[in-house]
């Protein structure tokens, strides 16, 4: 079986570095290799990129999808035959190859260039207000190692000012504790007691940000403060930026998620099943689904 191996390539930024002579991944007797680096048009890589090489003739079926690595590169071992290669990324225009990979051969595409989408990326600058009826504050915890639990807070309230720079924009949210809902009234009773939210001495859970990143296209990072029950911490918000549509005024979506450890806001409280299995996990995760409403 065929191997690629690495050679001394030119990065982006024209700056040299020297991969190690090593076998990269095997080429199958029957196919070949396609590969590939994802990169803005200033040149730097792009990361999450969904790659698909999809046959050209017959079914035109997926024959391979998978998503760039942290340095934009991609690569697949395909049978032989007539592909196209397509890339995706949020906030960015579809971008499209024909090749043929031959048995035994390496199809190296090198660096392709994605162009921004410029109206899928950035909000208008201005106020925005979280829209509670279409929103959701969702998060997800695993009950003894076996199944998750699904609960959400249903009050909640919060306005998004999107600046010219978009890394000067903020959020604030306030969440008032005692609507977390889990659809199990025993259980939520629980979560609002002193184990857990302590409401009755802390009612509202709030957070604000401290910085708005963009990653990639409509991928962005809003780091901030977080408090629950007293405690304030960091949490990074992955987040992807859905657009902009007009209904009963102008509107904006994102999804938004990350991962809170109980120990940091002090909620402690723990029991412990057979094998000493915990019956609440101590990671939750969050998920977000925000639409915001602009203000005129």
């Known amino acids: 079986m065929a191997l690629l ?10 700056e040299s570095y020297r991969d190690a002579d090593h076998a990269l991944m095997p080429i199958p007797p029957t196919g070949g290799l396609v590969s590939a680096q994802l990169r803005n048009v200033e040149g730097r890589p792009l990361p999450g990129v969904t790659v698909a090489v999809i046959e050209t003739e017959g079914l035109r079926r997926v024959v391979t999808e998978t998503v760039t690595d942290p340095f ?37 595409l090198g660096a392709l260039t994605m162009s921004a989408d410029q109206g899928s990326t950035r909000p208008s600058p201005g106020e925005w207000v979280i829209d509670d009826a279409h ?36 959020v604030d949210v306030v969440i008032d504790a005692a609507s977390i809902e889990t659809h199990n009234a025993q259980r939520d009773a629980h979560l609002r007691s002193q184990d857990f939210l302590a409401v009755d001495d802390y009612p509202q859970l709030q957070f604000s940000s401290t910085r708005f990143g963009v990653r990639a296209g409509n991928a962005w990072t809003i780091d901030g403060e977080l408090s629950i ?68």
Do not use: C, K
């Open 5 to 14: 191996r690495r050679r001394r390539r030119t990065p982006i930024g024209g």
């Open 72 to 108: 934009g590169f991609y690569t697949a071992a395909v049978p032989s035959g007539a592909y196209t290669l397509r890339a995706t990324l949020g906030g960015y225009t579809t971008l499209t190859r024909d090749l043929v990979v031959g048995r035994g051969e390496h199809a190296a």
């Open 135 to 170: 929103s959701r504050l969702g998060f997800v915890a695993r009950h003894i190692a076996l199944s998750r639990v699904y609960g959400q807070f249903t009050r909640f309230r919060g306005s998004i000012h999107i600046a010219e720079d978009l890394e000067d924009s903020s």
């Open 229 to 296: 029950r007293g405690r304030t911490n960091d949490v990074r918000l992955d987040t992807t930026y859905l657009g902009t549509q007009s209904w009963n005024g102008t509107r904006v979506g994102a999804t938004a998620t990350t991962s809170l450890h109980r120990e940091h806001f002090t909620l402690n409280w723990q029991q412990m099943v057979a094998r000493g299995i915990p019956v609440v996990g101590s990671t939750i995760q969050i998920h977000l689904d925000v639409q915001a409403v602009l203000q005129l």
